[in-house]
């Protein structure tokens, strides 16, 4: 089988949960299979979910292959978000490990179909779950200026977002902007040469992928959640890409981890909120990853231990 995608960080996962004979771990982003395939093959079980069924389907096709496999993993066509429903769903209320990847695969980027590329030509879409209505399409041809420029400000950090969405809505006044191309190109024109960060519609085609994914609303909650499920001594690792995701889970883990979460001007804790984690650091891919895996240079795993 070709290669679907190539895990990020992946024996530093692997260490971070701790993964063991008989342990059972949640992961939330099954993509190409990757980790979950890692954690099979030290003897680990898993409770995966994807909501790309492409991914599903491929995991499946792959995992299926290794017989020493059967019985040890259940593949479902869900929104991690979801997981604390999803595993009780399994009669599961406890967990070993639990491992967020928050990028998008190599697949849904090299396929031009799935319309996620500023560097192909495909049509906008942009979609993780096929079955939802909410598209790149809808995104860029409905919204108005101001939710535009709000979107790819917000999410994609884009200095140049007023600039972008007024000549994105005077585009489409031409004609409908349905192709990545078209749209890459509009953008392209807004920004002014020499400016770093790569191609100039890298960070709109993050923000419109934000939007039609709803990818941050519910993240830190969902992180919660998780840690919730841990026995004591688990431990859950996320790997986020970019700015917006890291900060959410850097903050939902440090608030996992205080003892107190009351505003500092209060004289006596009125919270009594208590720490349920410990956080055991922050991992960047190595040299020799990045230079074997250039998309895995922005990665940044966070690992927290339940107390």
Avoid: W
């Avoid at 019985?71 to 869900?78: A, C, H, I, N, Q």
Wanted: charged share 30%; glycine share 8%; with cysteine.
């Amino acid at each position: 089988m070709s290669e679907y995608h190539v895990p990020v960080l992946l024996e530093e996962c692997m260490q971070a949960l701790n993964v063991g004979t008989g342990k059972l771990y949640f992961d939330g982003t099954l993509g190409g299979g990757g980790h979950t395939d890692e954690i099979l093959k030290r003897g680990g079980r898993v409770i995966a979910t994807d909501r790309d069924m492409e991914a599903i389907d491929y995991a499946r096709l792959r995992l299926s292959q290794k017989t020493d496999y059967n019985g040890r993993y259940t593949l479902v066509k869900d929104n991690f978000k979801n997981a604390a429903e999803i595993l009780r769903a399994h009669e599961v209320h406890e967990i070993d490990g639990a491992l967020l990847d928050l990028g998008i695969s190599s697949h849904q980027v090299d396929e031009n179909l799935r319309g996620f590329s500023y560097s192909g030509n495909g049509l906008l879409d942009m979609r993780m779950d096929r079955d939802q209505y909410l598209s790149a399409m809808t995104v860029v041809n409905e919204y108005s200026e101001e939710q535009l420029s709000r979107i790819i400000y917000t999410y994609g950090e884009e200095r140049f977002a007023r600039k972008i969405a007024r000549a994105i809505v005077e585009a489409r006044k031409r004609s409908p902007i349905e192709t990545t191309k078209r749209l890459a190109d509009i953008v392209k024109s807004c920004v002014p040469e020499g400016k770093k960060g790569g191609h100039p519609a890298k960070k709109t085609f993050q923000a419109i992928r934000i939007e039609v994914n709803n990818e941050l609303s519910g993240l830190g909650e969902a992180i919660g959640d998780l840690a919730g499920m841990l026995k004591s001594g688990g431990r859950i690792a996320v790997i986020s890409f970019h700015s917006l995701e890291d900060r959410i889970v850097k903050q939902t883990f440090k608030m996992l981890s205080m003892d107190c979460i009351c505003d500092k001007s209060l004289p006596v804790c009125v919270c009594h909120h208590t720490a349920t984690v410990k956080l055991l650091g922050k991992f960047r891919p190595t040299a020799e990853e990045t230079a074997r895996n250039p998309r895995s240079q922005s990665a940044t795993l966070r690992v927290a231990e339940k107390l």
